[in-house]
């Protein structure tokens, strides 16, 4: 099992930054990709940002240039720092890892943490 415990939510203005944490425990050594993702109320979850093991990066198009996720392995953590926020950025955004066991790919989620961007 792996436990993913968020942090960094809150509220910014519109333009402002955000920094988002989340610090993976439990069977980390076995762990795949890691990433964020997020859910605006009335709406699906989506993709936000991940990144491999080996430290390649995916971004939604919408996030490009805006969002930079890192990941470090020796800490097992994995942050998106969130610049340029827009309103439309408002959502719970969760922290995502993922497995593969027994060649299946098993996902695990933090338990969210709230981006409010507003004046």
């Known amino acids: 099992q792996v436990q993913l415990v968020e942090s960094g939510g809150g509220l910014v203005q519109p333009g402002g930054s955000l920094r988002l944490s989340c610090t993976a425990s439990?069977?980390?050594?076995?762990?795949?990709?890691m990433g964020w993702y997020r859910q605006a109320p009335g709406k699906q979850r989506e993709l936000v940002a991940t990144?491999?093991?080996?430290?390649?990066?995916n971004y939604a198009d919408s996030m490009k240039g805006r969002f930079t996720i890192s990941r470090d392995n020796a800490k097992n953590t994995v942050d998106l720092q969130m610049n340029s926020l827009k309103p439309e950025d408002t959502a719970v955004y969760y922290c995502?890892?993922?497995?593969?066991?027994?060649?299946?790919?098993?996902?695990?989620w933090g338990q969210g943490t709230q981006v409010t961007v507003s004046s």
């Open positions: 990144t491999s093991s080996g430290g390649s990066t």
């Open positions: 439990g069977s980390i050594g076995s762990i795949n990709a």
């Open positions: 995502n890892a993922n497995r593969i066991v027994y060649g299946f790919i098993v996902d695990y």
